[in-house]
C-alpha cells in the first residue's frame, strides 16, 4: 500500500471549516484513499472514502487532485466534537487487503 | 443495527498469562479484522479472517492466534503474555466479497489489556 504523509497537527476554530491535507505521490491507479478519525480511547471511526472523483457525505467532504497525489479532507463546520486523530489511508481494496496507518494529524477544535 | 461489538472492554493480566479477546461483527458482514495499538501510535495490523481461515497476517509471533466461528464472530489469543503487549486491542469487521470493491472496515470499540 502506498505511504502517506499529513501534518502532525492542526488546530480550527468551532464552526470553521477544517481542511486536512494528505499526501500520497505514490498511490497507484487501483488504490482507494481512505479517511477515519479516531476520538481518544475509542475504536477509529470511518468518514469517508473515494477513488478519483470528489465524494461527500454527510460528515465530511473529500476533495482528489486530478494527479491524485494528494487530497483533502474537509469538515465543513468544526465543532468541539471533531477533535481526534485524523487518518489518512491508501489501500487496495479485496477482502485481505489492510488498513495501515501512519501517525495521522491531531485536530484541535477550539472556541 | 448493533455495530462491532468487543468484550471485555478492560481487562488486566500478568506476564506469562494467556487472554482471549472476542469479537462480534457488524450485521451483515462476514470478515474480521484484529489490530494492535500502543500509546500514542497508530493500529498495527494483526491479522484477517474470512470464511473461519486467517486470509492475511501482519508482522506478529505466533503468540498471536485467532478463530473465526461459523457466525462470523472472532476471538483474538495471546500467549505468553509480555510486558509490550499491553495496548488497545481492535477489531473491524468489513462485508467481504459482498461489499464489493470497496471492502470498508469497521471499528469496535476496542479491549484495553494491561500486562503487569
Known amino acids: 500500500d502506498a505511504k502517506t504523509t499529513q501534518p502532525p497537527s492542526m488546530d480550527c476554530a468551532e464552526g470553521r471549516a477544517a481542511n486536512l491535507p494528505c499526501n500520497h505521490s505514490t498511490i497507484s491507479g487501483n488504490e482507494y484513499v481512505y479517511w477515519y478519525r479516531q476520538i481518544h480511547s475509542q475504536g477509529p471511526q470511518y468518514i469517508i472514502h473515494g477513488l478519483k472523483n470528489n465524494e461527500t457525505n454527510e460528515m465530511a467532504s473529500l476533495i482528489i487532485t486530478e494527479d491524485r497525489k494528494s487530497s483533502t479532507l474537509i469538515l465543513p463546520h468544526a465543532t468541539l466534537r471533531d477533535t481526534a486523530v485524523y487518518y489518512c489511508?491508501?489501500?487496495?481494496?479485496?477482502?485481505?487487503?489492510?488498513?495501515?496507518f501512519g501517525t495521522g494529524t491531531r485536530l484541535q477544535v477550539t472556541l | 443495527d448493533a455495530g462491532v461489538t468487543q468484550s471485555p472492554t478492560h481487562l488486566i493480566k500478568t506476564r506469562g498469562q494467556q487472554v482471549t479477546l472476542r469479537c462480534s461483527p457488524k450485521?451483515?458482514?462476514?470478515?474480521v479484522s484484529w489490530y494492535q495499538q500502543a500509546l500514542g501510535q497508530g493500529p498495527q495490523f494483526i491479522f484477517q479472517y474470512y470464511e473461519e481461515e486467517e486470509r492475511q497476517r501482519g508482522n506478529f509471533p505466533d503468540r498471536f492466534s485467532g478463530h473465526q466461528f461459523p457466525n462470523y464472530s472472532s476471538e483474538l489469543n495471546v500467549n505468553a503474555l509480555l510486558l509490550g503487549d499491553s495496548a488497545l486491542y481492535l477489531c473491524a469487521s468489513s462485508p467481504g466479497l459482498a461489499g464489493g470493491r470497496t471492502d470498508t472496515q469497521y471499528f469496535g470499540p476496542g479491549t484495553r489489556l494491561t500486562v503487569l
Open positions: 489511508i491508501v489501500r487496495y481494496t479485496g477482502t485481505a487487503s489492510k488498513l495501515t
Open positions: 450485521s451483515g458482514h462476514d470478515t
